[in-house]
């Protein structure tokens, strides 16, 4: 034992050191930007082989190993065999521990790199989507002999479910078909058509030997002299250039935390996409307060921040004080997410245990976390075979991909993958362990803004009984059946009409006027624009809610605007409703004329002002769902063909009929 | 962004999601290098108050410079600390005089930390280590959970992507939250010269030797070296050969030591 050491001074201070001048974004080392890359592929495609050549070539082994791999290659009379120089790398690294995925760098042309090595066996699969899903950019990697096979396919689906859009294809072992650029061009096409069913444009598809060096850093202009494309290298350090930063995005602030250790109050989160600065304007969503930024607060910096990117885990302070709590998603009012109940999305699953139709399962999307349900297996993707298994499903089995909708307690802040990745992806939990993943495929985004919820800790309550069990109940399920169209268009006439022919076939249905509403509900509101807007804001929310609860709710009110009807539309599609915009189309010539309350003459006289149509707009709907030409049909006609197509939107499938054994017989 | 910052951002978020997601975590704290990096990122992430305990498990055998340390630290950084001993352990005789020294560490610290455990009853420990400080640790997740056994089940670890991580345990197990996995040595050390973090002088040479990881000071050994300045010690990692924790004995006492150590709750 050596002797013990010296007590030090009592006035003792450690070793401090100025901050570093230039701080980030200073050439060398960590403080550049670093580029993650997957290499995937069939087993035995050059996996390693590859992975060996770009660490020699770009001189990235630590001293000694190349000298060592070529000494026990000269000794057991081979080439140089660059798989055993990552073999004896990840040894090193993990020794008997090869389950896991491993970070390898490597630097070219003044770029970092970072590749993620994630083993391919199908009993892996967590491990390599763990690794993946960490990546920017994947290189999949197809032997020129055997061609595209299983895990080439399995890998490229597991590509785009994990987001990874930035794929370089290397067709590897040219050297074993004699160069053949005519073989090259053929796989090139096979893998270009498959990745573009899976959304994928390969941004370069490159002709390689990694055992040779071919192509990969060296260009091998005796035996590849026919391609004139980039080195696989050229094309990572093109690819890196172009990498947008996420900067340019909308704003998606996740909330972590709210702290109050002090007299501050700090909203601490991450910035999915876009940038925050001090004066800007954010909503919270999903409750919509608005309150503009104060500060960006820095602990460790002497100069204070105004302007933060993506990425960037941020605290901020607030002018306004309004409620914010974590899972709450920041955004500017011109972009904002989706708000809704309703996800359509691609799942992968992980877990041995199935993912089963009505199970309860927990999803969580950033720092979101919220009860939902599977409600739907529109498509099972076979991963083996990748063809849409289109029997029936109740449920989606380990390591099987589909396309799901899903309904969650309460409303889930996303966006879809393809708007801003960050926020249209998410884990599913089942009790304490993730069990699988997803990306959200589809968004119905609003128009315009939903007002902000004036309360503060609100919860939402959801009964035992489902939709789908009050639809088997009565036999149908409920939807909002909106007519819109100008006054003296036909509107009521076709309500009433419509609601009692349901009425007699066994479907509860309710007519909602706009009139009526005026003299309870909105008897507080006059015709102002804001008054109108917010009219029919509460007309929408009370369809919904009587939707929700069975009925067919058949709105007749004028409803002038665009953006307010695509508003309800888009909200009853979040609560999971169907949503019918009936378009009641007559001129405005015989609608004066039927006049049938005598308005236009007193809109003609002055009497009223901003009548539609007369001095106030009327928007024709743009995509209807159905539009009834009430001035060259009758109303038997008329009535008759949104009959069936209401009846279309509300009648039970076979399977679901048979559940229900109510009446749902009697449509 | 840099890949510094990159790792500081992912560092914080970790940070943020234990404290949000457990009831009552705590941070051991060695007062390392590691260490003081995750003090230093932790006063980021909670905007300068840090809003747990840390945990010294005080082995007997501290280098004295790091005892002052501790107390400069606890002042300066206004920490909740927590020094825990394995008394018992010390009064049944074990230390380096008599022992090995896999026997000494698994007593007085992984032993002591099973104590402090017991006795605080934490959900989540935050460590502070990185893949590339051993084998063992390369497959690590960033949030590992513990048994109530403190085991390890690493051939069957939850998947962990997209920034969801396990946040859920069962009664008396507890969560490794680790928010340096993915740093190495040199970015600790690029870390520490980006920010100016106060560390230990130990790590700069007196009289032509230095030390690269600090543990009992009766098994660590100083390394040969001239270095003084923080540059130096980046110039140097560049291009040594050997091993950070080659001069911590316990990990080379016998074969796969540090696994065992591992297996039974050592960080």
Known sequence: ?667 | MSYLQHLEDQSIYILREAFANFKNMAMPWSMGKDSNTLIWLAKKAFAGKIPFPLLHIDTTYEFPEMLSFREWARKHYELDLIVMINEEARKRGVGYETHDPVTVTHELKSAALQQALAKYKWDALVTGIRRDEDSTRAKERYFSPRTAENEWEYRDQPPEFWGQFTTAVGPGEHVRVQPLLDWTELDVWEYVRREGIPIPKMYFAQNGRRYRSLGCWPITKSIESSVDTLEGIVAELKTTKTSERAGRAQDHHERNAMQKLRAKGFM
């Open chain 1, 1 to 667: 034992m050596p002797p013990a050491p010296k007590a030090v001074s009592k006035d003792y201070v450690p070793v401090f050191f100025p901050k570093r001048q230039g701080g980030a974004g200073a050439a060398g080392g960590a403080e550049e930007a670093r580029t993650s890359i997957v290499v995937v592929g069939h087993v035995d495609h050059g996996k390693s082989t590859l992975i060996g050549r770009l660490l020699a070539d770009t001189g990235s082994l630590p001293e000694g190993k190349l000298e060592a791999a070529e000494k026990a290659s000269r000794e057991e009379g081979m080439p140089l065999e660059y798989a055993f120089l990552l073999d004896a790398l990840l040894e090193e690294q993990a020794q008997n521990i090869t389950i896991d995925t491993t970070r390898i760098g490597f630097r070219y042309e003044g770029q970092s790199f970072e590749i993620i090595d994630a083993p391919g066996h199908r009993e892996f699969i967590k491990n390599m989507v763990t690794g993946a899903a960490a990546a920017e950019e994947a290189v999949l990697l197809i032997d020129a002999k055997e061609g595209c096979k299983e895990q080439t396919r399995r890998h490229g689906l597991l590509l785009s479910l994990l987001g990874v859009s930035q794929v370089i294809v290397a067709v590897n072992k040219m050297d074993l078909v004699g160069w053949d650029q005519a073989r090259f061009r053929e796989l090139e096409k096979e893998i270009r058509e498959y990745l573009g069913g899976l959304k994928i444009i390969p941004r370069e598809v490159i002709p390689i030997s990694a055992r040779e060096g071919a192509t990969v850093m060296r260009r091998d202009s005796k035996n590849l002299g026919w391609w004139k494309g980039p080195t696989l290298l050229e094309a990572l350090v093109a690819s890196r250039a172009k990498k947008p930063s996420g900067d340019e995005g909308p704003l998606r602030f996740s909330v972590q935390d709210v702290y109050r250790f002090d007299e501050r109050r700090v909203v601490a989160g991450k910035l999915e996409s876009g940038t925050i600065q001090v004066g800007d304007p954010v909503v919270f969503f999903p409750d919509r307060k608005t309150s503009r930024v104060k500060t960006i607060e820095t602990w460790g910096d002497n100069q204070a921040s105004t302007r933060v990117g993506t990425g960037r885990c941020v605290a901020v302070t607030l002018e306004e004080q309004i409620f914010v709590e974590r899972g709450h998603v920041g955004s500017l009012p011109d972009h904002p997410p989706v708000e809704s109940r309703e996800v359509r999305a691609r799942i992968f699953w992980l877990d041995a245990e199935p993912l089963r139709l009505q199970a309860p399962v927990t999803l969580r999307l950033g720092t979101q976390s919220v009860e939902t349900r599977l409600v739907a297996i529109d498509r099972v993707v076979d991963a083996d075979k990748l063809e849409a298994v289109n029997e029936a499903r109740e449920e989606v089995g380990r390591f099987e991909v589909a396309e799901v909708r899903l309904r969650c307690r309460r409303p889930l802040v996303y966006d879809a993958h393809d708007q801003v990745a960050a926020t249209g992806r998410f884990a599913l939990q089942r009790g304490s362990r993730i069990g699988g993943g997803g990306i959200i495929i589809f968004a119905e985004y609003s128009l315009s803004l939903a007002k902000a919820v004036k309360g503060e800790h609100l919860t939402w309550t959801e009964g035992r009984v489902t939709s789908e069990a009050r639809a088997a109940h009565f036999g149908h399920e409920g939807a909002i059946v909106w007519l819109t169209g100008l006054s003296g268009s036909g509107k009521s006439t076709i309500a009433v009409a419509l609601e009692s022919l349901l009425f007699r076939r066994g479907i509860g249905s309710m007519i909602l006027d706009g009139d009526n509403l005026r003299h309870g509900l909105c008897a507080d509101l006059g015709f102002s624009i804001e008054d109108r807007a917010e009219n029919i804001r509460r007309a929408g929310e009370v369809a919904k809610l009587m939707a929700e609860s069975g009925l067919v709710v058949i709105s007749s009110l004028i409803s002038p605007l665009r953006k307010e009807r695509e508003a309800v539309r888009a909200s009853s599609h979040s609560a999971g409703l169907s949503f019918a915009e009936v378009y009641i189309d007559a001129p405005i010539e015989a609608c004066e004329k039927r006049d049938p309350r005598g308005l236009y003459q007193k809109a003609r006289k002055g009497e009223i002002r901003g009548f539609t149509g007369i001095d106030s707009p009327y928007e024709k709907p743009e995509n209807p769902d159905l539009i009834l030409h009430t001035d060259k049909e009758s109303v038997e006609d008329s009535v008759a063909k949104l009959l069936r197509h209401v009846l279309g939107l509300v009648q039970l499938k076979e399977k679901d009929q048979e559940s229900a054994g109510g009446p749902g017989g009697q449509i």
